[in-house]
C-alpha cells in the first residue's frame, strides 16, 4: 500500500502563501496520479488540483487557477501545493490522494490512497 503525508498547514492571513506537501511511501510514485483535495466544515470534499504521473497534464478547480499550483518530484516521492493569494473561503482540510490512472480523475471516489489531511486557516 502507499501512505501520504502532507504537511505544510496552518494560519495565514489572507492575501499570504502556503506551500503543502505530500510525501509517498515506497518506490512506485510514478505509477499514480496526484490530487489535492479540500473539505470545509459542512461541504463535500473537492478536487482542487491534479497532476499525471510526470506532471505534463495538471488540473485545477476553477476557482483557484491562478493562485495555485502543483507540482511533483518523482525523485523525493513528493507532490506539493503551493497556494498564493489565500483567502478565508479557501479555509479547510486539505487532503492528498494518489490515483491510479482512469479515465475519470475529479471524483473522491476516483482514488485509491488517501493521506491523513492537513489543516489550512486563512483569516480576513
Known amino acids: 500500500q502507499v501512505q501520504l503525508v502532507e504537511s505544510g498547514g496552518g494560519l495565514v492571513q489572507a492575501g499570504g502563501s502556503l506551500r503543502l506537501s505530500c510525501a509517498a511511501s515506497?518506490?512506485?510514485?510514478?505509477?499514480?496520479?496526484m490530487g489535492w483535495f479540500r473539505q470545509a466544515p459542512g461541504k463535500e470534499r473537492e478536487l482542487v488540483a491534479a497532476?499525471?504521473?510526470?506532471?505534463?497534464?495538471?488540473y485545477y478547480a476553477d476557482d483557484v487557477k491562478g493562485r495555485f499550483t502543483i507540482s511533483r518530484d518523482n525523485a523525493k516521492n513528493t507532490v506539493y501545493l503551493q497556494m498564493n493569494s489565500l483567502k478565508p473561503e479557501d479555509t479547510a482540510v486539505y487532503y492528498c490522494?494518489?490515483?491510479?490512472?482512469?479515465?475519470?480523475?475529479?471524483?473522491?471516489?476516483?482514488?485509491?490512497?488517501w493521506g491523513q489531511g492537513t489543516q489550512v486557516t486563512v483569516s480576513s
Open positions: 515506497g518506490r512506485t510514485f510514478i505509477t499514480y496520479a
Open positions: 497532476i499525471s504521473q510526470i506532471g505534463v497534464n495538471t
Open positions: 490522494a494518489a490515483a491510479i490512472p482512469k479515465r475519470k480523475l475529479t471524483g473522491t471516489n476516483d482514488y485509491d490512497y
